[in-house]
């Protein structure tokens, strides 16, 4: 199984989607830069897309729903002793209360992993990414901006959120004193 991910605006990512309503697509708003997620066995219908191959996985994406997408850059020689100290982790946030699926997504064309975790909603993913067995689970990731981080990883990682419902935009309080 494969995983694709296109960015862009949301009307873009939204036009995609519609326009290939056979296929398994998923668009992911996050602000002012939306991802398309495309699951298929086969080839996308992006142009340029991540691509991913899944390595790993618990439960299956459902609709609706909060995101959270890891990204992992693992220097070349590195990448499969990553890719199997993960797949062999028992992670613990697969128990928490609001968790619904997991995919370990090894890079195609790259060297950046991705992490993608579906939650039901910000406050179960928040309450699991505050707990002791975050720093077990992702120990990779460093707790501060000085943490040294491991020497397998190219660049430091990051975790992106983002919800399957359009953000409402949040218009900037007027300045009346002028």
């Known amino acids: 199984m494969y995983v694709y991910l296109a960015t862009g605006t949301a009307d873009f990512m939204e036009h995609l989607q519609a326009k290939y309503k056979k296929e398994n697509m998923t668009v992911l708003y996050g602000g002012q830069q939306s991802v398309l997620m495309h699951v ?20 299956e994406f459902e609709p609706g729903g909060f995101y959270a997408i890891t990204y992992v850059d693992i220097f070349e ?24 699926a997991y995919k370990l997504l090894k890079p195609i ?13 910000p406050n179960s ?10 720093a077990v689970d992702f120990d990779f990731m460093g707790n501060h901006e ?16 983002y919800g399957t ?14």
Do not use: C, M
């Open 40 to 59: 298929t066995e086969g080839k996308t219908k992006f142009a340029t897309p991540q691509s991913f191959e899944v390595v790993e996985a618990v439960g």
């Open 77 to 100: 020689d590195s990448q499969l002793s990553f890719e199997n100290r993960l797949k062999s982790k028992s992670f613990h946030f697969i128990n928490e209360p609001g968790f619904i």
């Open 109 to 121: 064309k790259s060297t950046v992993f991705a992490i993608i975790q579906q939650w039901t909603g």
């Open 125 to 134: 993913y928040q309450v699991w990414r505050d707990s002791a067995d975050y």
């Open 146 to 161: 000085t943490d040294r981080r491991p020497t397998t990883l190219a660049v430091a990682p990051y975790t992106k959120l």
């Open 165 to 178: 419902a359009p953000v409402e935009e949040v218009e900037e309080d007027s300045d009346d004193r002028f």
